[in-house]
């Protein structure tokens, strides 16, 4: 798996309920990401957080929240106000330093799907 | 923000052609990455082109990176089926120290 989990697979939300999306990593990195894939689209940022206890917000940050309590989790609420939560999300991590200039590792995605 | 565009969206060939897919980028960059990724997976790093560099091989791939064009190529020789999968290029946003993808490319090998 690259040193990246992601679970569940598949997850299936309500209308008006939370769900959140689990992202552990075991390689002791600091930078981890959160993307939005949509069919056929590339990927769109919606948080990332490159310290423990610190994150920001991506491009389309709004429906959605993160913490980063522990070095190797970063998980991903999707809210009820994210009227249009179906997509495939995933998570990443990268090794890079202070300058980035290095590759992302990712996570085997999650299809988050509305009943 | 999309900073790379790839072109063409969708591409079929035979096995045993060429594919070969651009990206067009806006803004000025320190490097350029290609990713793959199956259907229904995750995101895999196939190379990475520094700014300083005009081309790059990896086993059958082979990177060229045109700073002056704003614009990178991804030609892949030889093609064989299980190269069948979505091609993306990705470029630093270093403000906030991540990528910034492109649309993809939709590879096609038909067997």
């Known amino acids: ?18 769900v959140t999306l689990s992202c552990e990593q075991n390689l002791n990195h600091d930078a981890m990401y959160w993307y939005r894939q949509d069919p056929g689209q590339g990927l769109r940022l919606i948080y990332y957080s490159h ?10 940050a709004e429906g959605y929240s ?3 309590e522990k070095k190797e989790s970063f998980p991903l609420t999707v809210t009820s106000a994210q009227k249009n939560p179906t997509a495939f999300y995933l998570c990443a991590y990268s090794t890079g ?9 990712f996570g085997s995605g999650t299809q988050l799907s509305v009943l | 923000s999309q900073q790379g565009e790839e072109d063409p969206q969708a591409l079929s060939i035979q096995e045993g052609e060429n594919a070969t897919m651009n990206c067009s980028y806006k803004t000025s960059i320190n490097n350029l990455q290609w990713y793959r990724q199956n259907s229904g997976r995750g995101l895999v790093h196939l190379i990475l082109i520094r700014s300083n560099e005009r081309e790059k091989h990896s086993g059958r791939l082979r990177v060229t990176l045109d700073t002056s064009k704003k614009s990178s ?7 064989r089926a299980a190269d069948t999968a ?3 290029c990705a470029t630093p946003d270093t403000g906030r120290r991540a990528l910034t993808f492109g649309s993809g490319t939709r590879l096609q090998v038909q067997p």
């Open chain 1, 66 to 68: 993160v913490s980063r």
């Open chain 2, 86 to 88: 979505s091609y993306f």
């Open chain 1, 1 to 18: 798996d690259g040193g990246i989990t992601q679970s569940p697979k598949y997850l299936f939300r309500k209308e008006g309920q939370n």
């Open chain 1, 97 to 105: 330093g202070i300058y980035f200039n290095e590759k992302l590792f």
């Open chain 2, 73 to 79: 190529s991804l030609l892949i020789t030889a093609s």
């Open chain 1, 51 to 60: 310290i423990v206890n610190d994150f920001q917000k991506g491009d389309i």
